[in-house]
């Protein structure tokens, strides 16, 4: 079946603009989430979706960053105001959170932010 | 806070050869250990998800164990193939289940 899909796979924007990454997860799938892979920093968790309940935000570096996840389906993440640091791959990933034994997060291609 | 160390950071062997990877984590509150195999501009592909309460996963050329109580996860690839040059990264899960702790990967590359 398809995978997490990510758009776009590539942007590049301007510092001081806003940007809007999106994520479609894995049909079914309940849980969603967000993290950044940068040089040098690895992968770090952003934020976390499960169903109607209130996400975990506690990854997120600064208030530039938010996010939102419409219907229980689609998620998008926005940075506004970018700044260089931002530059980084933006990875989502979704699992079918309910039982210990479904807790694998299956990952998105990710999408390439260059902030110049 | 949880930590999450891979050793060696790089590896290179010939064609054919064993190899073990390396994994530490620092509180053995773990749900789960992932091992994510990711190739040079793409995302992660899950290779192995061993629970808590489990000691190893196997698939194919690959074992993967883990010792909760001494924070530590081992990879092993059997019999290695140039195919399996890429980044190897592991990751724990919090007792939450909300988040995957990385660690920041061996590079490992197999010669022809």
């Known amino acids: 079946g398809a995978g997490v899909s990510q758009s776009p796979s590539n942007k590049v924007t301007e510092k001081g603009k806003d940007v809007e990454l999106r994520c479609d997860p894995i049909?079914?799938?309940?849980?969603l989430y967000w993290y950044r892979q940068s040089l040098g920093q690895g992968l770090e968790f952003l934020i976390y979706?499960?169903?109607?309940?209130?996400?975990?935000k506690s990854g997120l570096p600064s208030d530039r960053f938010s996010a939102e996840r419409t219907g229980g389906s689609v998620s998008t993440l926005t940075i506004q105001r970018t700044q260089q640091e931002d530059s980084a791959v933006y990875l989502c990933?979704?699992?079918?959170?309910?039982?210990?034994?479904?807790?694998?997060?299956?990952f998105g291609p990710g999408t390439r932010l260059t902030v110049l | 806070k949880q930590e999450v160390t891979q050793i060696p950071a790089a590896l290179s062997v010939p064609e054919g050869e064993n190899l073990v990877l390396n994994c530490s984590f620092t509180?053995?509150?773990?749900?789960?250990l992932q091992w994510f195999r990711q190739d040079p501009g793409k995302g992660l592909t899950s290779l192995l998800l061993?629970?808590?309460?489990?000691r190893e996963q196997t698939s194919g050329r690959l074992n993967a164990s883990l010792d909760k109580s001494s924070g530590r996860s081992t990879l092993y690839i059997a019999a290695s193939q140039p195919g399996d040059s890429a980044t190897y990264l592991c990751?724990?899960?919090?007792?939450?289940?909300?988040?995957?702790?990385f660690g920041k990967g061996t590079t490992l590359s197999v010669s022809s």
């Open positions: 061993i629970q808590s309460s489990q």
């Open positions: 509180d053995s509150a773990i749900y789960n």
């Open positions: 979706f499960q169903g109607n309940s209130a996400p975990d």
């Open positions: 990751a724990v899960c919090n007792q939450a289940g909300t988040a995957l702790i």
């Open positions: 049909s079914g799938h309940t849980a």
């Open positions: 990933a979704s699992s079918p959170k309910g039982l210990p034994s479904d807790n694998e997060q299956f």
